[in-house]
């Protein structure tokens, strides 16, 4: 019997929050809208969702070509829903189980070397509550994040089909 090798996908979306914990929950509903579209059904995209990011995470970026962390935010931090490029942080706490999205890129450099491009979209909460439901305000967020990080992954396919193109030779061809 032979091993299958499995392929890992270049692009990964990975989503924190907690789904009993109303607008925590934007995260893993952006993915779960993702999934419902088949935006991951060509095999290069990754949903992965989990309640926080853990040093373990570090793991999950490798052999990536991108990464889009996405998460919910308190009122203020970000204007409805917002997309910005993140870099590894070395104020990496060392002895925490829960870490920011910098920090799993810090990991990830520590253990490989280098991390993937990454990109943080976050989107605005306000009731964060244990067993409530996802707000009004940010039910329209989640609508403004799905369009963002559907324009992100159209954006890498592109990326990655204008690498993969041979280039065009010119001149005469060789008999």
Known sequence: MTARMVKTPPLLL???GNPSRGDDALGPCLLERLAALHLNDAGDVELLTD?????EHALDLQGRQAVLFVDAARPGVV???CLASIQADARTPRNSHALSAPAVLQVAEQLNGQAPPAWQLAMEGTDFELGAALSPAAALHLARGVSL????IATHRRCRAETNAQPHRQGKPNH
């Open 51 to 55: 309640f926080q990011l853990q040093v």
């Open 149 to 152: 990080a559907m324009d992100w």
């Open 14 to 16: 990975l989503a924190v």
């Open 79 to 81: 204007d409805g829903a």
